[in-house]
């Protein structure tokens, strides 16, 4: 019985090499630029107090105003708090891995 | 961001819908002002829009290069003012007719309703860029 149909498949020598990991380019972005993105948002919530505290005491006259910057800092927030959880949840899945 | 950029746009139309309502008040308020600060009976004011930039394809038709409204000037109009006859007022002519403002109440409410409804449509674009904005970042919440 022949078994030259599969026999080109032994033939070919099986190696398995794994693709070497590449350390990430230097000068890319880092942990650090995250931070400065929190930072930013800190600053932004901290102006944010002193509207609301300008509308409280009748010192502003563009309510609308402080109010979109209110919301924009709350959507600046969410997206912040999401990435947070995404990256959370990675590590996570991570450490979980079987070894 | 360009959706933030939306958001400064509803902004600048609250502004000038603001600046419209506040010149409309100001003349239903002095509907009755016979005289003015030279003298002269209060003229009836409207405020002039224009805008910052005109939006062209080489700007890339980014949200920030659109063009936004901004109330350039509050200017007096032409209407000549109203004669009443009221010989007892201290402002009477010799043949006892007072000027008082053309205030048009009629318009004036008009313009009232048109301030009110151009706030919401602000209002609404506002909305509707948030609701966007907030069904994207939702997009990452976990199942």
């Known amino acids: 019985m022949s078994i030259e149909a599969i026999a080109a498949i032994g033939a070919a020598p099986f190696t398995f090499q794994a693709s070497p990991v590449s350390a990430p380019p230097a000068g890319g972005e880092t942990f650090a630029a995250v931070l400065d993105g929190i930072n930013s948002l800190n600053e932004q919530m901290a102006r944010n107090d002193q509207a609301i505290q300008a509308v409280a005491l009748g010192e502003t006259s563009d309510l609308h105003q402080v109010m979109m910057n209110l919301e924009k800092t709350r959507l600046t927030f969410e997206l912040a708090l999401q990435v947070r959880n995404k990256t959370l949840e990675a590590y996570q899945e991570l450490m979980r891995m079987q070894v | ?143």
């Open chain 2, 1 to 143: 961001m360009d959706l933030f950029g939306v958001f400064d746009i509803s902004s600048a139309g609250m502004s000038v819908e603001q600046s419209r309502l506040a010149v409309a008040a100001s003349n239903l308020a002095n509907a009755r002002t016979s005289t003015g600060v030279d003298g002269t009976p209060f003229q009836p004011l409207k405020a002039v829009v224009q805008t910052t930039s005109y939006a062209s394809v080489e700007a890339g038709l980014a949200a920030e290069s659109l063009p936004r409204p901004v109330v350039q000037s509050v200017v007096p109009t032409e209407a000549a003012p109203r004669l009443v006859y009221d010989p007892g007022h201290p402002d009477a002519d010799e043949k006892g007719f007072v000027s008082m403002p053309a205030v048009d109440s009629l318009s004036t409410m008009m313009e009232l309703i048109s301030v009110s409804r151009g706030y919401e449509a602000n209002l609404r674009a506002f909305d509707v860029t948030r609701h966007l904005l907030q069904s994207t970042i939702d997009m990452g919440k976990s199942r």
